[in-house]
C-alpha cells in the first residue's frame, strides 16, 4: 500500500551486472581469435575451397580444437555479455542452463574417467596410432605429434615400433621411403650442444638393436609418459579442474541472481506500473507515468532507489 509508508524498491545489482558484462565480452573477443584462427588455418589448409576434404584426413585435425571450443565461447560469451547489458533474461537463463551442461558434462567425463580406466587407456592408445598413420597428411597434426613427443620425451603410442603403422616409417621391403625404419625427429633425444635440430637423426635408427636406439631415441611410449606426467601433477591438474568447476558454479550463480533481481523489478512494474495517474494524482497535480515508469523499471543503476523514494514520498503527500 501506498498510503501511510514508503514502498521499498527492488534494484538491478550493478556490481553483478557489469561484472558479468566484463568477464562475458573479454571471453566473446576470445571466442571470435579462436574462431578467426581456426578458419584462417582452414584457408591456408585449402579446407574452406574444398569443403568436402574435412573428411578425408584420417588422424585428428588440431583446427578442430580451435573451431569448437572457440564456438563455445563465442556463444556463452555472447549470451552472457548482452544478457547482462540489455538485463535479458531470456539471454542469462540460457547462459546459466548451457554453463551447467559443461559443467556436468566435464564432471561425467571426469567420474568414467576414473572409472574406467583400462578402457580410456585403450582409447587413448588407438587415437595415437590413428595419428601416427596420418602423420605426413596434416601439417598441423605432424606439428602436434612432434610437441607431444618431444614435451614428455616419448615415441608412439606405446614404443618406437607404433611407427611401422605409418607408411613412410614402416620397416617392410616394399616401402620405398628414405624414412624407412626410422622414426620421426621428435623422437630423438636431444644434445643440448646441437643449435640446429637434425631432422633426420632418426632415419634407419630402429633398423638398429635396441640396446642401440636407447642412446639416440626415446624408448618409452607416450601412453605410459602421460600417465607418469599426470601422477607427478596430479595436484596442479586437479587445482585446475577444480578452480574452473568454482568459476562455473560462480557464473551460474551470479547469472541466477541477475536474472531473479530482473524479474523482481518486472513484477514490481507489473505490480505498480498503473498507478501513474490513478493514484498518484489530484486535480492540478500529477507524477508525469513515463518518468514514474523510468522509476519503477529502474533504468539508471546509481540514484534509482533515492529517487524512487522521493517519488513516493511526492505520491503520498498528494493524499
Known amino acids: 500500500m501506498m498510503s501511510g509508508k514508503h514502498f521499498k524498491a527492488h534494484e538491478v545489482s550493478c556490481c553483478i551486472k557489469y561484472f558479468i558484462f566484463g568477464f562475458n565480452i573479454i571471453f566473446w573477443f576470445l571466442g ?13 589448409k585449402g579446407v574452406l575451397s574444398n569443403i568436402s576434404s574435412i573428411t578425408d584426413l584420417g588422424g585428428f585435425d588440431p583446427v578442430w580444437l580451435f573451431l569448437v571450443v572457440g564456438g563455445v565461447m563465442f556463444i556463452l560469451g555472447f549470451a552472457g555479455c548482452i544478457g547482462a547489458l540489455r538485463e535479458n533474461s531470456f539471454l542469462l537463463k540460457f547462459f546459466s542452463v548451457f554453463l551447467g ?3 556436468f558434462l566435464e564432471l561425467t567425463a571426469g567420474v568414467l574417467a576414473f572409472v574406467f580406466k583400462d578402457w580410456i587407456k585403450d582409447q587413448l592408445n588407438f587415437f595415437i596410432n590413428n595419428n601416427i598413420r596420418a602423420y605426413r597428411d596434416d601439417i598441423d597434426l605432424q606439428n602436434l605429434i612432434d610437441f607431444t613427443q618431444e614435451y614428455w620425451e616419448c615415441c608412439g ?8 603403422l605409418n607408411i613412410y616409417f614402416n620397416c617392410t621391403d616394399s616401402n620405398p621411403s628414405r624414412e624407412k625404419c626410422g622414426v620421426p625427429f621428435s623422437c630423438c633425444t636431444k644434445d643440448p650442444a646441437e643449435d640446429v635440430i637434425n631432422t633426420q637423426c632418426g632415419y634407419d635408427i630402429r633398423a638398429k638393436p635396441d640396446s642401440d636406439q636407447r642412446s ?21 591438474v586437479a587445482g585446475i579442474f577444480i578452480g574452473i568447476a568454482l568459476l562455473q558454479i560462480f557464473g551460474i550463480c551470479l547469472a541466477q541472481n541477475l536474472v531473479s533481481d530482473i524479474e523482481a523489478v518486472r513484477e514490481i512494474t507489473t505490480k505498480y506500473g498503473k498507478m501513474n495517474r490513478t493514484k498518484c494524482s489530484k486535480p492540478g497535480k500529477s507524477v508525469p507515468s513515463l518518468f514514474l515508469l523510468d522509476i519503477v523499471m529502474h533504468r539508471k543503476c546509481f540514484g534509482t532507489k533515492k529517487r524512487f523514494n522521493r517519488i513516493n514520498s511526492y505520491c503520498h503527500e498528494l493524499f
Open 32 to 44: 571470435v581469435a579462436f574462431l578467426a584462427i581456426g578458419l584462417w588455418a582452414w584457408s591456408e
Open 157 to 164: 603410442a606405446f614404443g618406437a615400433d607404433d611407427w611401422n
Open 101 to 103: 551442461i559443461i559443467f
Open 216 to 236: 639416440f631415441i626415446y624408448i618409452k611410449g607416450c601412453v605410459p609418459q602421460f600417465e607418469k606426467w599426470l601422477q607427478d601433477n596430479l595436484t596442479v
